[in-house]
């Protein structure tokens, strides 16, 4: 089992980019799924996750308003929608995935780097 995320790059403060994360099969199309990012020198933290269905979702209250997840499970992609990019935004961004939320870091990705200048 495999997550691909793409996306990542450099942008200035007050920007956007768009991350996507692929499963390598399609029995993962309904699972939950979340973005994480670890800064240099940090511990990873929690960005967003969402249900199955894409009805459910949840953020950190440092993205909250600025960051969107979503998903299409035709696709099997979950995406990130960052806006409003701060330089403490800076990070490699790592999806990941399981059955439910107990086990939403039952499998990752990757990873992406997110550099955002001031």
């Known amino acids: 089992v495999q997550l691909q995320a793409s996306g990542g790059g450099s942008v200035q403060a007050g920007g956007s980019l768009r991350l996507s994360c692929v499963a390598s099969?399609?029995?993962?199309?309904?699972?939950?799924k979340g973005w994480f990012r670890q800064a240099p020198g940090k511990e990873r933290e929690f960005v967003a996750k969402?249900?199955?269905?894409?009805?459910?979702?949840y953020y950190a209250d440092s993205v909250k308003g600025r960051f969107t997840i979503s998903r299409d499970n035709a696709k099997n992609t979950v995406y990130l929608q960052m806006s409003s990019l701060k330089p403490e935004d800076t990070a490699i961004y790592y999806c990941?995935?399981?059955?439910?939320?107990?086990?939403?870091?039952?499998?990752w990705g990757q990873g992406t780097l997110v550099t955002v200048s001031s």
């Open positions: 990941a995935g399981g059955i439910s939320w107990g086990t939403l870091t039952q499998y």
């Open positions: 099969e399609r029995s993962l199309a309904t699972y939950v």
């Open positions: 969402i249900d199955g269905s894409g009805t459910n979702t």
